[in-house]
């Protein structure tokens, strides 16, 4: 996908952000994605079909969400340039995140407090939803310290060498973003995904869920 054909998508994170929602939110108005990118879901089924063989009258969205994600250090963070994000909240949880560290530091046993970290924790789509049958995320920034560093997309399958992710991941692959590229990943355990932090400024990403009738 190109970036006139992605525009539409950073517009409708702007007009969810100005109606009050964040960039965590996950939306279950899928007519908004009709309305608002309809070229987007026209490639994404063009997708299914020609390399996956699958029938898109099968598959049908179900949420959808811009995910927006920047450092817990603001490192080359500008809230001007970062239209798919809640300025406000976003410098809200920044606040938050230093108390709660100040907290960590000087906090006596037996009250420690743990410090707030942005933890990279695997789970399936389908564990967070069971109509989540596929997920589709079309990244709409650049990785690899164009637009942001850091933030890799961390993939795991169901092999027992994974079960425990605090050691070492021996069977995993992880992903950069790329303006324009589109990954697609069944819901279920063979697919556990997480991200990693961002370093520095600003990761974007629309997120498709889709159902099956099938």
């Not at 029938?55 to 969400?65: E, G, H, S, V, W």
């Amino acid at each position: 996908l190109s970036p006139d054909d992605l525009a539409p998508a950073l517009r409708l994170a702007r007009s969810l952000i100005q109606a009050g929602g964040d960039h965590f939110d996950v939306h279950y108005d899928v007519s908004l994605l009709d309305k608002s990118i309809p070229l987007v879901l026209q490639r994404l089924r063009e997708v299914f079909q020609t390399r996956y063989s699958v029938n898109t009258d099968a598959l049908q969205p179900i949420a959808f969400r811009v995910n927006s994600i920047a450092p817990m250090d603001a490192v080359d963070v500008s809230l001007r340039t970062a239209v798919a994000m809640n300025g406000t909240n976003y410098v809200q949880w920044l606040e938050n995140s230093r108390h709660q560290n100040d907290l960590a530091n000087y906090s006596p046993w037996p009250f420690n407090v743990k410090p707030a970290r942005d933890l990279c924790k695997l789970s399936s789509d389908l564990e967070a939803d069971p109509r989540f049958a596929v997920y589709t995320a079309v990244d709409l920034s650049e990785g690899s310290g164009v637009h942001y560093d850091g933030g890799l997309s961390l993939y795991v399958d169901h092999h027992p060498s994974n079960a425990n992710p605090k050691r070492r991941v021996r069977r995993g692959v992880m992903i950069d973003g790329s303006v324009g590229r589109v990954v697609i990943s069944t819901g279920g355990l063979e697919n556990r995904r997480c991200r990693l932090p961002v370093r520095s400024g600003v990761r974007a990403v629309l997120q498709i869920w889709w159902g099956c009738s099938d």
